[in-house]
């Protein structure tokens, strides 16, 4: 390994009450991330994807009625002609 190149162990967090709560450290010791929780991390990956295809799904509503409009329309003027 080089000299200057980083070396990551994962190893529980000694300040937490929790046994499944892991810390990224580098060679030296220093955390290199904030604490993963799993539960925790799903739980908000979880609302996260959640607001997300909601959006999604509020969004492909408008696109969808505005091209039904958009069909009355064009059928409007075909008529009319």
Same mark, same amino acid.
């Given at each position: 390994?080089? *000299?200057?190149?980083?070396?990551?162990? +994962? @190893?529980?967090? !000694?300040?937490?009450?929790?046994? #499944?709560? @892991? +810390? %990224?450290?580098?060679?030296?010791?220093?955390?290199?991330?904030?604490?993963? #929780?799993? $539960? +925790? !991390? #799903?739980? /908000?990956?979880? !609302?996260? =994807?959640?607001? &997300? =295809?909601? $959006?999604? @799904? *509020?969004?492909?509503?408008? $696109? &969808?009625?505005?091209?039904? %409009? *958009? &069909? %009355?329309?064009?059928?409007?003027?075909?008529? /009319? &002609?």
């Amino acid at each position: 390994m080089n *000299e200057g190149a980083t070396h990551h162990n +994962v @190893k529980k967090d !000694s300040n937490s009450n929790h046994n #499944n709560v @892991k +810390v %990224l450290t580098n060679k030296y010791g220093g955390m290199v991330g904030m604490p993963v #929780n799993s $539960d +925790v !991390s #799903n739980s /908000v990956f979880r !609302s996260m =994807l959640d607001e &997300i =295809l909601q $959006d999604f @799904k *509020e969004s492909m509503k408008q $696109d &969808i009625q505005n091209m039904h %409009l *958009e &069909i %009355l329309r064009q059928f409007q003027i075909q008529k /009319v &002609i």
